[in-house]
């Protein structure tokens, strides 16, 4: 089963971005843990980061083609970007699952992080468990992928 786990902008500068909210392990760190828990779950995954919305979009138009599953940080996109959303609905909409992940929990932070215009498209969402939302994100594919 694959899945493409993608990440938004600024996730590239995990390790040294706002310690205090992102922890202190870097986007390599990520991508290690993923590999560890797709292995142990049987998942063939694929990490990828870009800060540009046009490569978010392409990359999940690629996973409704290819028929991958997502795991998605949208980051700061999840607040406004109505493309990188429409583009997560195609996921979705041809019975995908996409589960939409936070590091920190955005309900807790600035009045602007508390809505997601991507959640209403998305199998589910995990926040507020630092990278450890992407372990969680990768067994809730294995258990709810068709
Ligand atoms: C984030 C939360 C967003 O509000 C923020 O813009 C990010 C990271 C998180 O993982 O907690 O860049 O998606």
């Known amino acids: 089963t694959g899945v493409l786990v993608l990440n938004g ?24 843990l993923v590999a560890a828990a797709a292995e142990r779950l049987g998942l063939d995954p694929e990490v990828r980061q870009s800060d540009d919305e046009a490569d978010i979009v392409r990359w999940l138009h690629e996973a409704v083609d290819t028929r991958r599953h997502v795991v998605i940080n949208p ?45 209403p498209v998305a199998t589910g969402v995990i926040a507020g468990f630092g990278l450890d939302g992407y372990r969680l994100a990768l067994d809730a594919v294995a258990r709810h992928a068709a």
């Open 9 to 32: 902008p600024n996730l590239g500068r995990l390790g040294t971005r706002e310690p205090d909210v992102y922890g202190h392990a870097t986007h390599d760190d990520l991508v290690a």
């Open 75 to 119: 980051a700061a996109f999840t607040h406004y970007s109505y493309a990188l959303r429409d583009a997560a609905a195609l996921v979705s909409g041809a019975g995908l699952v996409l589960v939409e992940v936070h590091i920190s929990n955005p309900h807790g932070r600035e009045a602007f992080r508390r809505h997601s215009v991507v959640s």
